[in-house]
């Protein structure tokens, strides 16, 4: 009795030695892969917004105010124009970053002159 499939190709038992089959492919498994992550800048504007307005409320941080707008109208394009609201919510990290380094700053040049002094 041969191993042969009367086709002509060669039988292998299940569970041959190691080595002897073939590897496994990755990527083909049960089912269709998971739909790609399409956060796009939304996400991103999300913490943008409440992080300028965390320091408008908290640090007087003026430069908050055009952050969070910028970030606010990010969040309305992020489906229909990804890339200018992409722009949006990198202008709005520029201005919540140069809003905060400018509130330290006051408050450590306020502070070494001793405007907080009683």
């Not at 996400?43 to 910028?70: E, K, P, R, T």
Request: proline share 11%.
């Amino acid at each position: 009795m041969s191993q042969e499939d009367p086709s002509g190709y060669p039988y292998q038992p299940y569970g041959a030695p190691y080595g002897q089959q073939p590897p496994p492919q990755y990527g083909y498994g049960y089912g269709y892969p998971p739909p790609p992550r399409n956060d796009g800048p939304s996400a991103n504007a999300i913490v943008s917004l409440v992080l300028n307005l965390l320091s408008l409320v908290s640090c007087c941080n003026i430069l908050g105010v055009f952050g969070a707008i910028l970030a606010g109208l990010a969040l309305g394009k992020a489906r229909t124009e990804p890339r200018s609201a992409r722009m949006m919510v990198i202008w709005s990290w520029v201005l919540f970053g140069s809003g905060l380094v400018l509130s330290v700053g006051t408050f450590l040049f306020l502070g070494f002159n001793g405007y907080f002094d009683d």
